[in-house]
Every structure is written in structure tokens, then in C-alpha cells.
């Protein structure tokens, strides 16, 4: 179902305030330093598959820009970017899902995933540590690992918390023609 331009708007801004939320105050640190075990990229994947890719551009890169700029050193524009890729990606590949139908099946719970790790795969493997190099200056070995260690954490993260949101998000709805009066 097409969502009109409002609640999309809406969407982007109550997915943006969740997203910094739980980015800064359930993020679980992880042994690599400046890397979080981070829990809002499943709600992320469930808001960009529901809205969009503009929606997931727009709430990874806000959200994202909101966290870094609260802890104070600075926005780093190679992970906001990462995130925002990441929430298109995702966003633009779970177009076909049928949520809005009450439709996530098994087919759809795969399909989810396979295309959140395409997203996290690109965003952690390679634009962000890219960006870190071309942007900052920073060493390869570092942010290869780092993206590393934030990506199979983001996947893992996302797989449960974005397929509960899907899937409890699509049992809400009516199922396509269940309110027919077929007899």
C-alpha cells in the first residue's frame, strides 16, 4: 500500500527519535573500540521495508547524525552515511514484501534477511571503512575491523529485532481479502 506523503514524514521522524534512542542508550559496547553492538538497525530495516528507501535514507541519517553529535566529538559522516546507505538499501530491496497485507511468511522472513545482510554487508564492509580512509585519514586494518565486528553484530541484531517487528507489524494487519464476503 502507497503511504501518503505525511505519514511518511511522521514515520521519518518518530524513526529518527527511536533510532538515536536506542542507538545511544541501548547500544552494547564490543571488544573493538568505537564499536557498539548496536540494537537500532532492526528497527531501522522494519521502519525503511514499511516506508521506503527516502524514509531509511532519512532516519539513518538523522538518527545516526543525532547520536554521534551527543556524545560530543563531532558527527563522524562516514558512519551517518553508512547507516543512511544501509536504510535505502533496505528500504529500495524490501519493496516487494507485503507487510502492509498482513503477509510475512517464511518467504518473507527470508527474504528480510537476505536483503538487510545485502545492506550490512555493503554499509559496514565497504562504505563506511572506505569513507574512513578517503574522509579521515584513518588506518585500513582498523576500520576493516571495525566494520567487520559492527556489521556481523548489526545482521545478528537485526535478524531477531527487525524480523519481530515485521512479523508482529504484518499479524496487526487484516490479511488481503479476509474481510470479503465470500461464504
Known sequence: MKKSPVTTIVAI?????LFFVLGRFVAIPSPVPNTNISTQYGLLAFMAALFGPVAGILIGLIGHALIDFSYGWGIW?????ASAVFGGLVGFLCGKLKLD???????GIISFNIFQVIGHIIAWGVIAPVLDILMYAEPANKVFLQGLVGGIANIVTTAIIGTILCYAYAASRPKKGSLSKEA
Do not use: C, L, M
Open 101 to 107: 497485507d498482513g503477509e510475512f511468511g517464511t518467504k
Open 13 to 17: 521522524g518518530i524513526g529518527a527519535a
Open 77 to 81: 559522516w562516514s558512519w551517518v552515511i
